[in-house]
């Protein structure tokens, strides 16, 4: 090789060299601004993590105490029933079998015996519960489920029976496991913890609704409720939201509080409610559980969410994916009555759009709640509101807080009809 020669190669291969170190520096540089940036900390961050947990959480659980009442638990993570009921379905998926498909549920046979209730408000996708227990392919024949039943059935053998449920079909399972014992000491402890509220479902009371709907009762006219609620308005945080806050673009109109930079807007309405929009999108595929982590991510990082929340509903529409999210404060529900619903546009506390992974819109209620250690009593039970409105085309009917127009929050029913869906 000639002198020339030589030398073009040593250049290329400087070129190299220099192109290379300008690559890593600006990565390392890159990876530091994300990790400090909010909007691209959850766009970087595509694992899904304890999010899954939190996905495959139930809305609320039931134990059935016996005497066909139930008490409940809203967003049980942490709690020790759930976690026994996580490692019986466990072992199912290792060393249980199918038994059948019941075409026809019978509720009073599913619902009569001592049980854990996980109660999903959306369908379930089979594919996604299965591999987060790290079953075997293929192990579910159906597609989805919003409930699953959990029964300890027979002490002699450690026979469990688990249940999957939909609104009209369910899928019985069965396994052998010691941890047959372990549930019965579970729903021991909530019977004698139990309250004077419980409770029941509505099949078993001879409801027609579409679906089967666990209501409240107590014994009597009236129950007494140990703590009513009261609302504040939460802080204008744009820090959560905007990785240099001093750099942002601020304008008031009306009462409005607008910030935005390049690519996103945050703004502060004046019905109460806050809403972030970010207009850069990813072409990535994405599936649900990661979908649901950016938007478990994003909620995370928004300070003035400090009540606990559970996951309410989910609009799945292939690359955009829409998840609602309601609070739950004293093993209630805090709801939106009609009027906020009417005036901000939210039937559901908190909705976070995610778009192949990326969160694109964020609307939230701005409230936060607190406990207050006044009493309510409660009148109005469950069959009295029935023989009021009817069984017919009803969704669901909730009794928890309701937020009304006036930021006040009362302790009430809200009855949800299938054509609000």
Do not use: C
Not at 363 to 392: C, H, M, W
Request: charged letters at 20%; aromatic letters at 14%.
């Amino acid at each position: 090789m000639d002198g020339l020669a030589k030398n073009n190669a040593k250049t290329i291969f400087l070129v190299f060299l220099i192109s290379l170190s300008i690559y890593q520096i600006g990565e390392l540089w890159l990876r530091d601004v994300l990790s400090r940036n909010f909007f691209y900390t959850v766009f970087a961050d595509r694992s899904t993590g304890t999010a899954t947990d939190y996905f495959m959480t139930p809305s609320r659980m039931l134990i059935n105490i016996g005497s066909l009442r139930f008490s409940t638990i809203y967003n049980p993570i942490g709690h020790e029933a759930k976690n026994t009921a996580d490692s019986v379905l466990s072992a199912l998926f290792s060393s249980g079998e199918f038994v059948q498909t019941h075409e026809d549920i019978d509720y009073f046979a599913l619902l009569s015996n001592r049980s854990i209730v996980y109660q999903y408000r959306f369908n379930m996708p089979s594919v996604v519960f299965a591999d987060f227990f790290a079953a075997d392919e293929g192990f579910f024949s159906f597609l989805s489920f919003n409930s699953v039943v959990i029964i300890p059935s027979d002490v002699a053998t450690n026979l469990i029976h688990v249940y999957f449920v939909d609104n009209y079909i369910m899928h019985e399972f069965r396994l052998i496991s010691p941890l047959h014992n372990t549930l019965n000491v579970q729903i021991q402890n909530a019977n004698r913890e139990a309250g004077t509220l419980y409770y029941a479902s509505s099949k078993l009371m001879g409801f027609t609704f579409e679906g089967n709907i666990f209501l409240p009762r107590w014994p009597g006219h009236t129950v007494l409720i140990q703590s009513m609620v009261e609302s504040n308005i939460g802080e204008r945080n744009i820090s959560d939201f905007f990785s240099t806050p001093s750099s942002v673009w601020a304008d008031e109109r009306d009462g409005m509080f607008v910030y935005s930079d390049e690519n996103q807007v945050l703004r502060f309405n004046t019905n109460n409610t806050v809403e972030y929009v970010n207009y850069r999108r990813s072409s990535e595929n994405s599936s649900l559980a990661m979908d649901f982590g950016a938007a478990k991510r994003f909620i995370g990082r928004d300070t003035t969410v400090v009540n606990d929340i559970f996951l309410a509903r989910i609009t799945d529409m292939g690359d955009v994916r829409v998840f609602y999210f309601d609070y739950t404060i004293n093993n209630f529900p805090i709801l939106l009555s009609r009027g906020v619903r009417e005036n901000t546009g939210l039937n559901h506390a908190i909705e976070v759009t995610v778009e192949n992974g990326v969160v694109s819109r964020y609307r939230k209620i701005a409230y936060t709640f607190e406990v207050t250690p006044d009493f309510v009593v409660q009148r109005t039970d469950a069959l009295t509101l029935i023989n009021s409105i009817g069984d017919y085309n009803v969704q669901d009917i909730f009794f928890g807080y309701i937020l009304n127009s006036s930021g006040e929050v009362n302790l009430d029913w809200l009855v949800t009809y299938v054509e609000q869906l």
